[in-house]
């Protein structure tokens, strides 16, 4: 069983020491997917200065010396890898980035590119800005191959561009939601990778304000005994020393199985 870890935010905002609080002793023992913003507009949130909520200006990530200074350091040292997490992160009246922003394509291409050039890396995975996709907007992100990690992602295929595996797919997602005891409404994460013809998809569970360790680890329980992965999915801007404390029990407890191996979020999709 694999084990993978997913951070959404790291942009230009972001300083190494907020990382470094939350993850110092968590990605010596797995590689945290760090999901980034190229060109991060800000918005009302916490590390996020006040003038710059609603100024609407784009700010490179690479403008973030010490940032992309650390995030080399840490991918020498195999403690992150790096996901692309939208392109501005803005949102727009109509929906969040990738549901109502006009050239999704443009987005991807060149969110892509600013990660590439300026960390050196090879990015392989798509994390949606507030877990959101359009039709549009996951056509764009499978056109360009990258893979997509997700927490909440539609399986209505009336809500996906055409693709000849959907089918099938739906048809899975819909056995194993029945075998669950789970009816229409309930939450449910597919705990297997949805292969597509260009791209995989992968659904995460969220770490966030109000989540117990006893709720994270039934999960985890569960998708063990279907056979399937766990990902977790957090925000280092509001880890407490509470979710941290949530996140150590739970990686404690996915330690002492025998048949986990914790890896990057990339090789799920392996
Ligand atoms: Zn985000």
């Known amino acids: 069983m694999?084990?993978?870890?997913?951070?959404?935010?790291?942009?230009?905002?972001?300083a190494p020491a907020e990382l470094e609080r939350v993850?110092?002793?968590?990605w010596d023992r797995l590689p945290v997917c760090l999901a980034a913003v190229p060109y991060a507009i800000g918005y009302e949130r916490v590390g996020i200065p006040r003038?710059?909520?609603?100024?609407?200006?784009?700010?490179p990530l690479a403008q973030n010396r010490d940032l992309v200074a650390a995030?080399?350091?840490?991918?020498?040292?195999?403690?992150?890898?790096?996901?692309?997490?939208?392109?501005?992160?803005?949102?727009?009246?109509?929906g969040y980035e990738f549901q109502a922003a006009p050239d999704p394509e443009r987005r991807v291409r060149e969110g892509l590119q600013h990660l590439t050039e300026t960390l050196d890396t090879r990015v392989t995975i798509f994390v949606p800005p507030h877990n959101a996709l359009s039709k549009r907007g996951l056509a764009a992100v499978s056109r360009a191959g990258l893979n997509l990690l997700?927490?909440?992602?539609?399986?209505?295929?009336?809500?996906?561009?055409?693709?000849?595996?959907?089918?099938?797919?739906?048809?899975?997602?819909?056995r194993v939601r029945a075998r669950t005891g789970r009816s229409k409404g309930d939450r449910f994460v597919y705990p297997y990778v949805l292969r597509y013809g260009r791209h995989a998809e992968f659904g995460c569970h969220s770490l966030v304000p109000g989540t117990t360790?006893?709720?994270l680890v039934t999960r985890f329980e569960e998708a063990r005994r279907l056979g399937g992965d766990f990902c977790i999915a957090?925000?280092?801007?509001?880890?407490?020393?509470?979710?941290?404390?949530?996140?150590?029990?739970?990686?404690?407890?996915?330690?002492?199985?025998?048949?986990?191996?914790?890896?990057?979020?990339?090789e799920l999709f392996a």
């Not at 694999?2 to 972001?14: E, L, M, N």
């Not at 003038?51 to 700010?59: I, K, L, P």
């Not at 880890?239 to 979020?265: E, G």
């Open 213 to 215: 360790a006893d709720e």
């Open 71 to 94: 995030l080399h350091e840490w991918r020498a040292a195999r403690r992150v890898t790096i996901a692309l997490h939208g392109f501005t992160h803005e949102d727009f009246p109509s």
């Open 2 to 14: 694999k084990v993978a870890i997913r951070d959404d935010d790291a942009c230009f905002f972001t």
């Open 234 to 266: 957090t925000h280092y801007w509001e880890i407490d020393a509470t979710l941290r404390d949530v996140l150590r029990r739970v990686l404690d407890h996915c330690a002492r199985c025998a048949d986990v191996r914790f890896v990057a979020a990339e």
């Open 51 to 59: 003038e710059h909520w609603r100024s609407g200006v784009a700010f």
């Open 150 to 174: 997700g927490s909440f992602l539609s399986f209505r295929p009336s809500m996906r561009p055409w693709d000849a595996r959907t089918p099938l797919n739906w048809w899975r997602v819909r």
């Open 23 to 26: 993850y110092h002793d968590v």
